[in-house]
Antibody, heavy 113, light 111 residues
């Protein structure tokens, strides 16, 4: 059974950046897409982008293009999502998803001065 | 940009009674490979979303058969034949044909 274990909660100041990790505990990592989905407090789900580790190229939702970088390290079965120039609107829980069916536990990111 | 519209946005159901959620997409989710890329997720309180239905009507592993999905093209429905207490949460439809676009979510609670 695949498990995705994400890094812990983060608190950042406006204008800074954050990098969230997502480690797959078992199963094939390289050939499955890893997506990132965020959920603002009390809000719905929003796709940010994704990557297929074996190909290495990430795709992004238009609103995140240029501010989010998604990468993957096959040697450690770990995917990363880095967001720069944070604002309070980026306060949310960030999830990684392998394929369609395995979700990480979520990483809360709080942006506050 | 594709838009996914769910209705209703909230539902209060007596245990043992059926429930139905509609999801409409602004564009057809049927791809040239013959598959329709519509999925349903349930997010229980305080948990990560979990896949319950894939490609319109295929129940994911371990999902009880009281859950069923139907529809085609742009109109889809999730039905729960007899709601149980563990079905409480927010249900999202999601298109996977383009990028991933989620509906607004339907909150299901027990009366």
């Amino acid at each position: 059974q695949v498990q995705l274990v994400q890094s812990g909660a983060e608190v950042r100041k406006p204008g800074s950046s954050v990098k969230v990790s997502c480690k797959a505990s078992a199963g094939t990592f390289n050939s499955y897409p890893i997506s990132w989905v965020r959920q603002a407090p009390g809000q719905g789900l929003e796709w940010m982008g994704g990557i297929v580790p074996v190909f290495g190229r990430a795709d992004y939702a238009p609103k995140f293009q240029g501010r989010v970088t998604i990468t993957a390290d096959a040697s450690t079965s770990t995917a990363y999502m880095e967001m720069s120039n944070l604002t309070s609107d980026n306060t949310a829980v960030y999830y990684c998803v392998r394929g369609l069916d395995f979700w990480g536990q979520g990483t809360p990111v709080t942006v506050s001065s | 940009e594709i838009v996914m519209t769910q209705s209703p946005l909230s539902l209060s159901v007596t245990p043992g009674q059926p429930a139905s959620i509609s999801c409409k997409s602004s564009q057809s989710l049927l791809r040239s490979d013959g598959k329709t890329y519509l999925y349903w997720y349930l997010q229980r309180p305080g948990q990560s979303p979990q896949l319950i239905i894939s490609e319109v009507s295929s129940r994911f592993s371990g999902v009880p058969d009281r859950f069923s999905g139907s529809g085609s093209g742009t109109d889809f429905t999730l039905k729960i034949s007899r709601v149980e207490a563990e079905d409480v949460g927010i249900y999202y439809c999601m298109e996977g044909k383009y990028d991933w676009t989620f509906g607004q979510g339907t909150k299901v609670e027990i009366k």
